[in-house]
């Protein structure tokens, strides 16, 4: 089992950038496939970006691709989200979460066993 908590989140202008993190405990995070979701008020809680075991693959929703990187330290077993240029249509509450299971990077909410407690993001037009 693994236990995982964000920070980073906050308020920015548009435009600007902020760095989520996500520090995991417990069973090492390099077990684990790890992604970021958002849930914005009244909206389903959707996949931001995932990253594999080793860090050697990354996915993206299409909405921030080329905008957010997403990125790992096993050594640190932290998680991080770069996130750039950003819009007002990114205020949501941030996730992360752990996938234990060997299949690849998958997007859906179901695929993931753990989560953080979420960290609010808020951009400013």
């Known amino acids: 089992q693994v236990q995982l908590v964000e920070s980073g989140g906050g308020f920015v202008q548009a435009g600007g950038s902020l760095r989520l993190s996500c520090a995991a405990s417990?069973?090492?995070?390099?077990?684990?496939?790890m992604g970021w979701f958002r849930q914005a008020a009244g909206k389903e809680r959707e996949f931001v970006a995932g990253?594999?075991?080793?860090?050697?693959?990354?996915r993206y929703a299409d909405s921030v691709k080329g905008r957010f990187i997403i990125s790992r330290d096993n050594a640190k077993n932290t998680v991080y989200l770069q996130m750039n240029s950003l819009e007002p249509d990114d205020t949501a509450a941030y996730y992360c979460?752990?996938?234990?299971?060997?299949?690849?990077?998958?997007?859906?909410?179901?695929?993931?066993?753990?989560w953080g407690q979420g960290t609010q993001v808020i951009v400013s037009s």
């Open positions: 990253i594999s075991r080793t860090g050697y693959t990354t």
């Open positions: 417990g069973r090492t995070s390099s077990s684990y496939a």
């Open positions: 979460a752990a996938d234990p299971t060997p299949y690849g990077l998958r997007t859906t909410t179901q695929a993931y066993d753990y």
